[in-house]
């Protein structure tokens, strides 16, 4: 693909290098840690096809995980584009990283696509919400569901920083279910929760929560990165 205008009075340039061309240009691009194996979502040991081990496994936790790559650069610098500068683009290079992964997931059939929310004031200052850009193209890519299901009831702090329980307390209670949908979309259906950066799983936990207690039959996490 050529050229546009645009590129030429705006040219994209390396997140991590600062090479013109592409943002994540070749040579960077092969610094990109993917993750091989499949985890767990809950102990983040290799799982097959992501699925949550057994012994993992409860009743409101996720049963499984997608991730792409490590949370390193020039990853990590791309998404960190995302979230403070505004570039949209790069949101293209994340998803397009994301589908070449999927393959080695066993993914539920019929799966709607959730993106974790942000809470209004912080997506009013920021201007959008990575996530649910992520999702609106992922499911627009593979043809799949999307849905605003969840809603963020609290402004929680940073998780950056926290321990484990720190990160589980700080989102606990953080969300809730989107009044805009009806209920009967959730009960028996298969949800994707989809964020940028996996961690400690505490927020995506919380989110899963509201919908395994809304009957989902099963609920996945999705993440461009393990952190």
């Given at each position: ?57 409860g009743r409101f936790r996720l049963d499984g995980l997608v991730v792409a790559c490590r949370y390193k650069s020039p990853i990590k610098l ?141 609920t996945w996490g999705l993440a461009v990165a393990l952190g």
């Open positions: 693909m050529g050229l546009t205008f645009l590129d030429l009075l705006f040219p994209k340039r390396c997140v991590s290098c600062g090479a013109i061309g592409k943002y994540i240009c070749d040579r960077c691009f092969s610094k990109i840690e993917f993750v091989e194996k499949a985890i767990c979502p809950i102990c983040q040991r290799q799982a097959i096809g992501g699925k949550t081990h057994p012994k993992c496994s791309a998404i960190q584009k995302v979230k403070y500068k505004w570039v949209y683009d790069i949101e293209k290079v994340l998803v397009n990283l994301l589908a070449s992964q999927i393959w080695k997931f066993n993914l539920p059939q019929n799966s709607i696509l959730v993106p974790v929310p942000l809470h209004p004031k912080r997506k009013n200052w920021r201007g959008f919400n990575q996530a649910e850009i992520l999702a609106k193209t992922l499911a627009k890519k593979f043809g799949v569901g999307y849905s605003d299901s969840l809603i963020r009831i609290i402004e929680t702090k940073t998780q950056v920083g926290l321990t484990k329980d720190e990160r589980k307390k700080n989102v606990g209670g953080a969300f809730a279910f989107n009044k805009k949908v009806a209920k009967k979309y959730i009960e028996g259906r298969n949800f994707i929760l989809v964020d940028d950066v996996y961690t400690s799983g505490a927020t995506m936990m919380e989110a899963a929560k509201v919908l395994k207690r809304l009957g989902a039959k099963t």
